[in-house]
T-cell receptor, first 116, second 108 residues
Framework: ETGVTQSPTHLIKTRGQQVTLRCSSQ?????VSWYQQALGQGPQFIFQ???????GRGNFPPRFSGLQFPNYSSELNVNALELDDSALYLCASSWGSSGRGTGELFFGEGSRLTVL | RKEVEQDPGPFNVPEGATVAFNCTYSNSASQSFFWYRQDCRKEPKLLMS???SGNEDGRFTAQLNRASQYISLLIRDSKLSDSATYLC?????????FGTGTRLTIIP
């Protein structure tokens, strides 16, 4: 196991609702990244947090927002849910961005969101 | 065009065979490359790094050709436990860029 924990593991929401997903990073890691993985696709970068600041963002609208806390845990918030937001949301922790060049991010098992 | 492109498969290969995956990238911002493995309904995990000089780890060999913007993964003497989705990944600009993944099934 990676030591990265995510909650909830599964959830169902309806269009227009808001959702908050949570992530606890692996001990010793200071960077958290969030990825969206639609069915049959690779993970897509949403954003990254380092020292409680957003440190890079992918091509996602502002209704996707996040936080990082002093203990390096993180939240992903999605407002005004759309059907296409249905996906597996993966949190990954690392020491520095992209694992300081190692490319090794440690992923949690993800939160599977279904929007009806 | 996607930044990282790979054949989604599926590849159905008999146990013991050699299988090769290819991947191309278009984003020059990607400075380093990796292969990740993702088992069904599980999280991705780093398999190995990819270097221009080649990288071998047991039955697995990865290669990067920067001139052709081409990455490969070779699996020799395939095992049933190699069945998974293999994700080609570029790293740069604070993020990892994943390909769609190539699904591999090893057949007994």
């Amino acid at each position: 196991e990676t030591g990265v924990t995510q909650s909830p593991t599964h959830l169902i929401k309806t269009r227009g609702q808001q959702v908050t997903l949570r992530c606890s990073s692996q001990s010793g890691h200071n960077t958290v990244s969030w990825y969206q993985q639609a069915l049959g696709q690779g993970p897509q970068f949403i954003f990254q947090y380092y020292r409680e600041e957003e440190n890079g963002r992918g091509n996602f609208p502002p209704r996707f927002s996040g936080l990082q806390f002093p203990n390096y845990s993180s939240e992903l918030n999605v407002n005004a849910l759309e059907l296409d937001d249905s996906a597996l949301y993966l949190c990954a922790s690392s020491w520095g961005s992209s694992g300081r060049g190692t490319g090794e991010l440690f992923f949690g098992e993800g939160s599977r969101l279904t929007v009806l | 065009r996607k930044e990282v492109e790979q054949d989604p498969g599926p590849f159905n290969v008999p146990e013991g065979a050699t299988v090769a995956f290819n991947c191309t990238y278009s984003n020059s911002a990607s400075q380093s490359f990796f292969w990740y493995r993702q088992d069904c309904r599980k999280e991705p995990k780093l398999l190995m790094s990819v270097y221009s000089s080649g990288n071998e780890d047991g039955r697995f060999t990865a290669q990067l050709n920067r001139a052709s913007q081409y990455i490969s993964l070779l699996i020799r003497d395939s095992k049933l436990s190699d069945s998974a989705t293999y994700l080609c990944v570029g790293a740069g600009n604070e993020k990892l860029t994943f390909g769609t993944g190539t699904r591999l099934t090893i057949i007994p």
